[in-house]
């Protein structure tokens, strides 16, 4: 991919491999895949973290995934790059200065992983994140993306006179060639409702790929949360409008208003005031040991007790995420993360806390109610009809995420509820 000159290598625009004239952007152009690098396995570097026997196992059981060939570009895949190709996106997202402020802080909070290393930036969008890296010192950052966007990042570069360090690589992370393994993955691929667009799988196969055993994965954690709400005013804004319109009794439209507002998650920024319970934990991501067939079907057990008198409308989801450096284990001790909550077999995910690392140890973006409102908001599941919760009441069910057959982009959800002796179902499909 890269070409040798007397100073080292060039920035081309590497497209699937030919050398043009460009870089890769595309910020949320999500991607994945198990291709293998040609590059060497296991060479070390003077930060790299001793390999525990559980990190070496982890390896191990991925192997076989790595081997597998590149899936192929569907037609879905194609219309989501495109999508990607338009600036608008890539300017809300850099003006979401929660989200931008947050990757660069943690890229320079973890410089000495950074400095003098490689790195690989997945779904570089207009190479903000990379330009961050070789801000802090990155030898080499190879920005890849499938996205149209990559002939304005390749411009950027350019301008910033960073040709030396930044390699733009258009394509899929699946297809694209890297010849040496890396030091680190940045990488934003968080969608709405954290897993929305798939584009975490393009981390895990960049991560199996390219990462040197003790590598460093930016950001290291994700978790998704969700809680009951109550949302009277959406709910008159969008059904009992229709109960007189300048006088005129228009309520036989009610239950297609209905059907058109609440068929679909609706992405939205809601408050405090609006949760009903303290949240609970549907899923808790680790990139450096998730997989993609993880993923691939998500089930979480539930259960809330309302701190309030209220009309329960429907369950809100948010997502944080940690960035903190690699797991660092003495050999042959067999252990998980220390900041893993270990695993109860009899206990349900969706009640399982997560613990909170250290806040002088790890950064966390949140995108939580309370917290500052991200281009991400909330993303809420409403129901058809309001279900009235007294005080202290419990609401109990299971949630299961899986990935669209008809577009893995596409995320089904499919709610199994009930509260106060009655039981409810509701099914969307997030496009």
């Known amino acids: 991919m890269l070409q040798p000159t007397d100073g080292g290598y060039t920035n081309g625009y590497h497209h699937n491999g030919a050398v043009a004239g460009g870089i890769s952007g595309g910020h949320r152009v999500r991607r994945g895949s198990r291709g293998r690098s040609r590059g060497r396995r296991g060479g ?139 030091d680190v993955i940045v990488s934003e691929w968080m969608g709405y409702m954290l897993l929305y667009e798939s584009m975490l799988g393009s981390v895990i196969t960049a991560r199996d790929r390219w990462l040197k055993p003790g590598g460093v994965i930016l950001p290291s954690h994700a978790t998704l949360y969700m809680a009951p709400v109550t949302h009277p005013d959406r709910y008159s804004e969008s059904v009992d409008f229709w109960r007189n319109v300048y006088g005129i009794d228009m309520s036989a439209i009610m239950p297609l208003a209905k059907q058109c507002a609440f068929e679909e998650p609706s992405v939205e920024t809601i408050t405090v005031e609006n949760v009903l319970t303290w949240p609970q934990v549907v899923k808790h991501v680790d990139c450096y040991t998730v997989t993609i067939q993880e993923l691939e079907s998500i089930t979480a057990r539930f259960k809330f007790e309302s701190m309030m008198r209220s009309p329960f409308h429907g369950f809100a989801f948010w997502f ?66 309001p279900l009235d919760v007294e005080q202290d009441q419990v609401i109990e ?13 596409f995320m089904n959800i499919h709610l199994e509820y009930s509260s106060g002796g009655r039981s409810f179902v509701k099914e969307s499909v997030m496009r």
């Not at 994140?129 to 990559?150: E, H, K, T």
């Not at 069910?397 to 982009?409: D, H, I, P």
Request: aromatic content about 8%; proline content about 6%; glycine content about 6%.
């Open 320 to 385: 944080d995420v940690e960035f903190t450096g690699p797991a660092v284990f003495p050999l042959n001790n067999g252990m998980a993360p220390s900041f893993v909550e270990p695993s109860n077999s009899n206990s349900p995910e969706g009640n399982q806390r997560k613990k909170r690392p250290n806040p002088n140890e790890a950064l966390v973006l949140s995108t939580a109610p309370e917290d500052p409102p991200t281009h991400w908001q909330q993303t809420l599941v409403y129901f058809y009809e």
């Open 44 to 182: 070390g570097s003077d930060t790299d973290a001793r390999v525990s026997q559980w990190q070496l196992q982890q390896l191990h059981e991925n192997e076989e995934e790595r081997e597998k060939p590149a899936p192929p570009c569907t037609e879905f895949d194609t219309a989501y790059f495109n999508s990607y190709a338009h600036v608008g996106i890539h300017e809300e997202m850099i003006k979401d200065r929660v989200r931008t402020d947050s990757y660069r802080n943690a890229i320079f909070q973890h410089q000495n992983f950074i400095a003098g290393k490689v790195v690989v930036d997945v779904g570089c969008g207009t190479g903000i994140l990379s330009i961050f890296c070789a801000q802090a010192g990155a030898r080499r950052v190879y920005a890849v993306d499938a996205s149209d966007i990559a002939v304005q990042a390749n411009e950027i570069v350019k301008a910033n006179n960073l040709c030396d360090k930044v390699i733009v690589l258009h394509g899929r992370v699946e297809d694209v060639e890297i010849d040496e393994e890396v």
């Open 397 to 409: 069910g299971s949630l299961t995420l899986s990935q669209s057959k008809e577009n893995a982009r």
